[in-house]
Each structure stands twice: as structure tokens, then as C-alpha cells.
């Protein structure tokens, strides 16, 4: 397997010791915290999303290139489904520290980047937060054995081929086409995923400077001296 860019990898060994540090700290927080302010302590969640609020600005991605089949799913640019369990992704990234490809498991290997299994949140939550009323959800989903229907939000037409594995080895960060995620209490569409967006990047060329200022990073001279990165544009290469 090639080797995951620097951005992406984050080892998992701190993301647990993060996770279990967080974990003591809610445990202490009684005997801790003021006895006035106890009960309006800030969990983890709560202080995550008020950071992330308003960091993730949506895409400028207008053009609509070739086509006006922008609308697969209803909604294009902006939109954002109200999901099965509110699940916050800045506690998840930006304090956990938990790489994308955690629960996007297959984002390297496979067309589709995969979702995470009940099995993969049963292992934290069962000690972490179960006390709260989405976080129960995941239980009650795991005894069903019946996965959580989370509600797609990206979309291309089934006639369009969108390889994930070729543009996340190819060093694109997924902040490029989904913007910070990281940074979004409810995920949105960044990007209007239009055949002229996708035709734009591949003549242009990716920049891998601006795909780490898109992720929050300054680019390093690595980044800045890379050349673009273009790709094919031929009708084959998207529809078979
Ligand atoms: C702890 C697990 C976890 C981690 C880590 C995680 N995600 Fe997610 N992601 C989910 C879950 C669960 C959903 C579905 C619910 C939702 O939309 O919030 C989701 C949804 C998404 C979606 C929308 C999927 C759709 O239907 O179109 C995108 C895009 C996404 N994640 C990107 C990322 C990126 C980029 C990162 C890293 C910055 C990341 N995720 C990290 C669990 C995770
Ligand atoms: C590495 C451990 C870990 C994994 C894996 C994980 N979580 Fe979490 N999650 C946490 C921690 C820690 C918090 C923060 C709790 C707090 O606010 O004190 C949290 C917070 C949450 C919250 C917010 C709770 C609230 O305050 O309302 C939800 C919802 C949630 N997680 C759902 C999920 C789902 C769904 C998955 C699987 C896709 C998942 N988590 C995977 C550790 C994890
Ligand atoms: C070049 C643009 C691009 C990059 C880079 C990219 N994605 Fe996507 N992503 C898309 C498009 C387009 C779709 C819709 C694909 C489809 O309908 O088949 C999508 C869909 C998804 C979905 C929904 C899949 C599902 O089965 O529900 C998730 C989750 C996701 N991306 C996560 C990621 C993560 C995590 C990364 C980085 C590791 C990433 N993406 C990198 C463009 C991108
Ligand atoms: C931000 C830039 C960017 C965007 C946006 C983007 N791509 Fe790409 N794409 C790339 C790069 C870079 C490669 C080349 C990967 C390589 O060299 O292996 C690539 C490769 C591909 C390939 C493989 C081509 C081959 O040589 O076989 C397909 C198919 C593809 N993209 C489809 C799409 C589709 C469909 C969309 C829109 C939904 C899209 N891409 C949006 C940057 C992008
Ligand atoms: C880099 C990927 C890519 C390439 C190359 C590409 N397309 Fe597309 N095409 C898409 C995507 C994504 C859509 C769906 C979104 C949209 O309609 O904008 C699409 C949609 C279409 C549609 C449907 C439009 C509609 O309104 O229903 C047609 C027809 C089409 N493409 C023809 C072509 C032809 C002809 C070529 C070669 C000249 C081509 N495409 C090259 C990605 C691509």
C-alpha cells in the first residue's frame, strides 16, 4: 500500500491516549469543578462545536460548467440532512485527533471511502458520554444489529465513475472537494461536484499547496515546490 501523506496520518496510539485523557477528565469533572458551575460544566462536545462554529465556510464553487445536473440528490451546494445521531465530527477530529481514514476506512483502497461500522463508535461510546441522548442511539442501533441510516449528503449520478483511492493517493486532501469538514457541526456539501468542477481541477491541476490551505495547514516547501497534479479528461475516464 502506498504510504499515507503526513496530513492524513495521525497515530492511532494518540488518538487513544487523547481519548482516554478526555475520558478521565469527564470522569473527574465532579469532584473538580465548582460545585456552582458543575452542573453548566462545558463537556467536550459542547466546547468542540462552539470552536468549529462558522470555520467552515461554504465552498466557491458556483460554476457550473457543461451541464446543470448539479442537483442529484436536491439541494447542491449547502446542502445538510438532518442526520440519525447528530454526530459531531470537530470532537472527533480536531480534539480526538482521529484521522479520517478511522472510520473512512477505505478511502485508500476503494472507490467508495466507506463508513464507519456501529462497531467502530460501540468501542469508545460504551465508556464514553453514554449517558447522553445521542450517544443512546448508537446503543439502540448496535442491539437491533441493524446499521445507523445515516442520510447520504454527496452524491454523483450512478453514469458518473468518481474514484476516491486515486485522488487520496494521489495526495488530494479531502478538505479539497468536502472542505473542513473537521470544522462542521452538521456536514454540508462544499462542492458543487458538477462535471466543470471536476473538469476544471484535472486541466488545471492540483495544487497541493492550495489543498493544504483548504485543509487549515500552511502549505510546507514540499507542498509549495510541488507541481500541479493533472489528470485525465477524456469522456471515458468519468463515464464508462
Ligand atoms: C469517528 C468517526 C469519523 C471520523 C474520524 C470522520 N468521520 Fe466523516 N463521517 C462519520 C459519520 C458517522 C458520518 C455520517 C454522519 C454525518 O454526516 O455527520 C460522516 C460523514 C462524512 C461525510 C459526508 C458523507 C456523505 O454522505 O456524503 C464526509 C464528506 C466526511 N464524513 C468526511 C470526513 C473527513 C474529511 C474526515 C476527517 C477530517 C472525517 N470525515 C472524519 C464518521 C467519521
Ligand atoms: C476514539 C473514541 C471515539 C469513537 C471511535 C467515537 N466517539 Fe463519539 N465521542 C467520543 C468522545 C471522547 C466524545 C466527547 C464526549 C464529551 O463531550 O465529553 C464523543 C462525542 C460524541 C457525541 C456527542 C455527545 C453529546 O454531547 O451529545 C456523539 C453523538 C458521538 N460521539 C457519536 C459517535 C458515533 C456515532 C461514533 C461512530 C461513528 C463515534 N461517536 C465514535 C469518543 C469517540
Ligand atoms: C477529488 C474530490 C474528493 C476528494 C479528494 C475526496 N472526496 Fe469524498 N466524495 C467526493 C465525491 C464526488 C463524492 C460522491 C461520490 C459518489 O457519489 O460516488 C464523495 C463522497 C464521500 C463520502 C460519502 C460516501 C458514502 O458512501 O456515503 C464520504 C464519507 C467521503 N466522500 C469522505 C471522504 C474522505 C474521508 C476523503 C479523504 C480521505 C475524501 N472523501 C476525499 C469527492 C472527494
Ligand atoms: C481538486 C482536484 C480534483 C477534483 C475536484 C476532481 N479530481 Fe479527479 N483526479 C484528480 C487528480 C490529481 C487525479 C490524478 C490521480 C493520479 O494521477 O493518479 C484524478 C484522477 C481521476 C480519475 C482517474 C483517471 C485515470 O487516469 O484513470 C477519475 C476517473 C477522476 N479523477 C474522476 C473525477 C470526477 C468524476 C470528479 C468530479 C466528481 C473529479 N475527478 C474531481 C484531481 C481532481
Ligand atoms: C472528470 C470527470 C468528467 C469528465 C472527463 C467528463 N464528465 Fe461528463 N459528467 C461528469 C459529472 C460529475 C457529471 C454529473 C454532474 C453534472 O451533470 O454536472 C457529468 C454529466 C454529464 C452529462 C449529463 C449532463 C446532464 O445535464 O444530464 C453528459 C451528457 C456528459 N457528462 C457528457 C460528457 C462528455 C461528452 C464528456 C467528454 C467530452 C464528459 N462528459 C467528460 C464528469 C465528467
Not at 11 to 25: E, G, H, N, W, Y
Not at 95 to 112: E, G, Q, R, W
Not at 202 to 231: C, E, I, N, Q
Given at each position: 500500500m502506498t504510504?499515507?501523506?503526513?496530513?492524513?496520518?495521525?497515530?492511532?496510539?494518540a488518538?487513544?491516549?487523547?481519548?482516554?485523557?478526555?475520558?478521565?477528565?469527564?470522569?473527574?469533572?465532579?469532584?473538580?469543578?465548582?460545585?456552582?458551575?458543575?452542573?453548566?460544566?462545558?463537556t467536550?462536545?459542547q466546547?468542540a462545536?462552539?470552536?468549529?462554529?462558522?470555520?467552515?465556510?461554504?465552498?466557491?464553487?458556483?460554476?457550473?460548467?457543461a451541464?446543470?445536473?448539479?442537483n442529484?440528490?436536491?439541494?447542491?451546494?449547502g446542502?445538510?440532512?438532518?442526520?440519525?445521531?447528530?454526530?459531531?465530527?470537530?470532537?472527533?477530529v480536531?480534539?480526538?485527533?482521529?484521522?479520517?481514514?478511522?472510520?473512512?476506512?477505505?478511502?485508500?483502497?476503494?472507490?467508495?471511502p466507506?463508513?464507519?461500522?456501529?462497531?467502530?463508535?460501540?468501542?469508545?461510546?460504551?465508556?464514553?458520554?453514554?449517558?447522553?441522548?445521542?450517544?443512546?442511539?448508537?446503543?439502540?442501533f448496535?442491539?437491533?444489529?441493524?446499521?445507523?441510516?445515516?442520510?447520504?449528503?454527496?452524491?454523483?449520478p450512478?453514469?458518473?465513475h468518481?474514484?476516491?483511492m486515486?485522488?487520496v493517493?494521489?495526495?488530494v486532501?479531502?478538505?479539497?472537494?468536502?472542505?473542513?469538514?473537521n470544522?462542521?457541526?452538521?456536514?454540508?456539501?462544499?462542492?458543487?461536484?458538477n462535471?466543470?468542477?471536476?473538469?476544471s481541477c484535472?486541466v488545471?491541476?492540483?495544487?497541493?499547496?492550495?489543498?493544504?490551505?483548504?485543509?487549515?495547514?500552511?502549505?510546507?516547501?514540499?507542498?509549495l515546490a510541488?507541481?500541479?497534479r493533472?489528470?485525465?479528461?477524456?469522456?471515458?475516464?468519468?463515464h464508462?
Amino acid at each position: 500500500m502506498t504510504r499515507p501523506p503526513r496530513w492524513v496520518v495521525i497515530p492511532a496510539v494518540a488518538a487513544i491516549a487523547l481519548a482516554a485523557s478526555i475520558i478521565t477528565a469527564s470522569a473527574r469533572a465532579p469532584q473538580g469543578a465548582a460545585p456552582a458551575a458543575a452542573g453548566a460544566a462545558e463537556t467536550a462536545t459542547q466546547k468542540a462545536t462552539r470552536e468549529a462554529s462558522g470555520k467552515a465556510p461554504r465552498g466557491p464553487w458556483a460554476y457550473s460548467g457543461a451541464s446543470g445536473y448539479t442537483n442529484y440528490l436536491g439541494g447542491g451546494v449547502g446542502r445538510s440532512p438532518e442526520q440519525p445521531i447528530a454526530f459531531p465530527h470537530p470532537v472527533h477530529v480536531n480534539t480526538l485527533k482521529l484521522n479520517c481514514v478511522y472510520c473512512h476506512f477505505a478511502a485508500f483502497k476503494s472507490p467508495d471511502p466507506g463508513m464507519p461500522a456501529v462497531g467502530t463508535c460501540v468501542g469508545c461510546h460504551q465508556l464514553v458520554a453514554g449517558d447522553r441522548p445521542e450517544v443512546k442511539k448508537i446503543a439502540q442501533f448496535a442491539a437491533k444489529k441493524a446499521p445507523i441510516p445515516w442520510v447520504r449528503v454527496h452524491k454523483v449520478p450512478e453514469y458518473v465513475h468518481f474514484p476516491h483511492m486515486r485522488h487520496v493517493n494521489a495526495g488530494v486532501t479531502c478538505q479539497s472537494c468536502h472542505g473542513q469538514v473537521n470544522n462542521m457541526p452538521q456536514v454540508f456539501q462544499y462542492a458543487s461536484l458538477n462535471m466543470g468542477w471536476c473538469i476544471s481541477c484535472h486541466v488545471k491541476g492540483y495544487s497541493p499547496a492550495d489543498g493544504m490551505r483548504a485543509a487549515g495547514f500552511t502549505p510546507d516547501s514540499a507542498a509549495l515546490a510541488a507541481p500541479r497534479r493533472k489528470a485525465r479528461y477524456d469522456c471515458s475516464s468519468c463515464h464508462y
